[in-house]
């Protein structure tokens, strides 16, 4: 049963990732790994738009963003939803970045590259993965 675990769990994701070479790994890791439903936004104005629109389980959202900060749009899902599930993203990772993302409200930090087993890790701590 560990085994259907996340592989069989139908998650809806939203990627918020600008760098066409990132997005395209994220995804692949992800589609690799689970079923899901994926959203992918590649400025402000499309995360804003399909997090209202989608309401998806999880949030995969870079900080190093082109039009605004990452964190800027953390506050904006969050005034849309408190209970959102953000994961925030950066290939740049400072602590006071990853502490900046903790303290707005985001659930996590993965640094770049991804690594499956840490997507897995933070997909596994999502409220919904365990209400479902």
Known sequence: TSKKGLES?????????????SR??????????????????????EAIELYATHAP????????LPDISGHDVLT?????DPTA???MLSANSTRPDIMRAMQLGAKGFIGKP??????????????????A
């Open 114 to 131: 991804f690594s499956k087993s840490k997507l897995a890790q933070y997909i596994a701590q999502a409220p919904t993965y365990h209400t």
């Open 85 to 87: 599930y953000v994961v």
């Open 57 to 64: 389980d999880i949030v995969f959202l870079d900080i190093g």
């Open 76 to 80: 904006k899902i969050l005034a849309i």
């Open 24 to 45: 395209k790994l994220l995804y692949d890791l992800l589609a690799r790994q689970f079923v899901y439903t994926c959203h992918i936004a590649r400025n402000t104005v």
């Open 9 to 21: 769990f139908g998650l809806s994701i939203l990627i918020v990732e600008d760098q066409d070479f």
